[in-house]
């Protein structure tokens, strides 16, 4: 049963692992060349990475129509606002917090609507992610603030020997939660539980037949996802040091979708080329200021002409077995 | 008592508004199984389009006229001007990413919507634009204790007729059936020899008019326009659509008008601040509970 682990071939892998160890040295090294502004808008990149994977999970590995992913982004980012701010709970202790708080509310929420099936399924969670953002809006409880949100988070610290407090260093704190996730998704994406996501993606009913426990896994990927998104929420409210609901609207889940359907479903190198196209393409285009965003929309369009499956779309049948000889003889070293 | 009947004539008004909109939400999902997200801003761009008309192009109208005259007119532009651009933003934004399948089409769809949105700022600039009190108009008719404007009225009377010769249409003519042959089964319809394309043509110029001639309505009912409001009246109009049914006419009309209602009185007797809320809130209970929205009807799954 070893040898089931090495599946892919040597050389294919050290080829597979060259694009990303170089996207991840270009990551690392571009803060220390640019200034201030341009590492913020590499740090929104990042956020928009993470949001894009975690919509990744339900949208893309799933096929899970989910128009309100904001709303997990929101609950993430005020647990960790009005835990902060009233109760002094260091940020990065919220991180977990965060995560945990939007993963049990996306159990609660999608446990009686997850047998909706497509446009249905849509439009449930796009109502969800209203409620969310109208009653933060109405303050429920005098928690949320109102329309003007939380103010004061506090930067994450560890004691007084590490704060983050520059763009460079939220940079990295982003950045870095994205390398763990991606890994983290890499190796679920390549796991029975992913497997079984790709096939009731596929088709529902066969994945069903063959004693796949489709609810419980369409529970599980809304599940992780918001806890993903939780996270993007954590480390967006410590870097704003304030959260309103207008920064979780409707059309930041439009976005979200976006990125993964831009990038390709299921892709997760996609997700990072439609994160780069949503977050970058704004302030390259800052120039042209007015006509920035009607550019945008019809490049959107125009993308979808060339390329429907998405830019970088996910290669699909990679396992490939190896002759059995070879196996035992590898084995047995 | 009358309060309550006011705040229905009040929530028919506005059901009304997200029944037109429904409408041609609903058809182009009958048909191309699309969430057209551009058509929220094909009722703004109405809106707007109503405005330049009422206060720019037909105020000598209204005032040799009256106000009827000008509304009249307003909305008969608008719903023309948005019947082509309905067709433009279909064979610019759409009819290249049908084939791809449908998600390519809701990212398109997304861009077609920034698009008109950021026209409309471009075109009208970015502020608010209110509807002029003096071009609008203001009679009231008085049933006992009951007070509802004639613009209430007529707005409640026009939609009514629009949507009931939509309903004709696509009920009882040829072309009609060929539109409800195609939603039911695009290659089969194809092979009777339904041309497509003009199927396609067809919804795409008379679910821009209706969204049109509701937003010009709206602009009269409440004065004031944003062009964002697209997305505002687009989503509860989307709502509605699901609620009645997706792809069934008669469902999107009735759930434009329920919805309408029970916003109304969620504001009145629950809460103003959660009357949205309270309208999403029923829409997943009513989906738990009838999948398949309260007039679709039950298909069984094709394995």
Redesign the interface.
Known sequence: MRDLQNLSGGGLRSARLLAPLAFACLVTAYPFAVSDYLIDIGFFFGIYALLGLSLNIVLGEVGLFDLGHAGFYAIGAYVTAVLNTRYQVPVLVLMPVSCLAAALFAYLVCS??I???G??L???T???G??VR??L??NPFDLTGGPNGVFGIDFPRVGNLLVVDSSIEYYFLVWITVGVSIAGLVSLQHSRIGRAWNCIREDA?AAQATGINVRAYKLLAFVLGAALAGAAGNIYASKLMCVSPESFT??ES?LM??IV??GG?GSIPGVIVGAAFISLFPEIFRPFA??R??V??????V???VR??GFWPRKRGAVTLRPLMEDTADGAV | MHLVLEQIINGLTIGSFYALIALGYSMVYGVLKLINFAHGDFFAMGSYIGYTVLVFLVAGATVSMGPWAGMGLAVLTAGVSLMAVGIAVERAAYRPVYRAGRLPAVVSALGASIFLQNVIMLVWGPRYQAYPADLIPAARIHFGDLTVTMLQLVILALSFALMSALYYVIQKTTFGAAVRATAHDRNTAALMGINFNRVIVFIFTLGPALGAVAGVMVGMYYRQISFTMGWNYGLKAFTATILGGIGNLPGAMFGGLILGVLEMLGAAYISAAWKDVFVFLILILVLIVRPTGLFGERTAEKV
Do not use: R
């Not at chain 1, 945008?296 to 369009?301: A, K, N, Q």
């Open positions: 009686p609507i047998h909706l099936k446009d249905y849509c439009i449930v796009i109502g969800m209203e409620i109208l009653a809006i109405n009913v409707f059309w439009c979708f976006c359907l831009i479903m007015m006509y965003m009607l945008f929309g019809s490049i959107m369009i993308m979808m002409m429907p499956g």
